[in-house]
């Protein structure tokens, strides 16, 4: 069984910067995709960026592009989300998915989150102006 924790959320001002962590278990095949989503009050939960295990291969959402990046250690299962340039529109809770059969681009669907199965329990994130 797949399981997720995330880590590092928290509270920061508008420009400042987090890192996100996803450390997983339980995984047994390597084409698993890795994926952070976020949902804000009201709004549907939606896909910030993703990295396929075996490749390397991302996506950014155009809302975080230049300003996100997601990166993986195969050796610690463990998935990182770093966060710069933080806008109070990043504020949500911050969900890590993973997915086995995808490629990062299943991400850039509309509704991605239904593509994934396994979840974590979420971190929230803050940004204030």
């Known amino acids: 069984e797949v399981q997720l924790v995330e880590s590092g959320g928290g509270l920061v001002q508008a420009g400042g910067s987090l890192r996100l962590s996803c450390a997983a278990s339980g995984f047994t095949f390597d084409d698993y995709v890795i994926g952070w989503f976020r949902q804000a009050p009201g709004k549907e939960r939606e896909g910030v960026s993703c990295?396929?295990?075996?490749?390397?291969?991302?996506y950014q959402a155009p809302s975080v592009k230049g300003r996100f990046t997601i990166s993986r250690d195969n050796a610690k299962n463990t998935v990182y989300l770093q966060m710069n340039s933080l806008k109070p529109e990043d504020t949500a809770v911050y969900y890590c998915?993973?997915?086995?059969?995808?490629?990062?681009?299943?991400?850039?669907?509309?509704?991605?989150?239904?593509?994934?199965?396994?979840w974590g329990q979420g971190t929230q994130v803050t940004v204030s102006s």
């Open positions: 990295i396929r295990r075996s490749d390397g291969n991302t």
């Open positions: 998915a993973a997915q086995r059969g995808l490629t990062a681009q299943a991400m850039s669907v509309k509704a991605s989150f239904l593509l994934f199965h396994s």
